[in-house]
């Protein structure tokens, strides 16, 4: 692979990344804040989840540690979430 074939690789996947966790973030939040019930809240945080975890890794890809450090924290605090509105 060319040099410039790896690099549109990496900014292709790190696009792929930042868009997915933009939009689990924003179906997370709809289905928090409509609050329709406890599984549908749960979902909600699953979302939520996964977009801070896209984000840890984009943030770590681009050198980012203030990002990294505060979806670190909101991935923690969303299976926080998980654990209460699904498991317990």
Known sequence: MTRIAALRVHV???AALKWL???AGIVGA???ALNIGGTIVGIGFIFFAV??????V?????GEPSLVAMHGVFLAINL???WRWLAA
């Open 30 to 32: 709809l289905l928090v």
């Open 80 to 82: 926080l979430g998980i």
């Open 51 to 56: 977009s801070a975890a896209a984000w840890v």
């Open 58 to 62: 984009a943030g770590w890809r681009m």
């Open 21 to 23: 966790g933009t939009v």
């Open 12 to 14: 292709l996947g790190l």
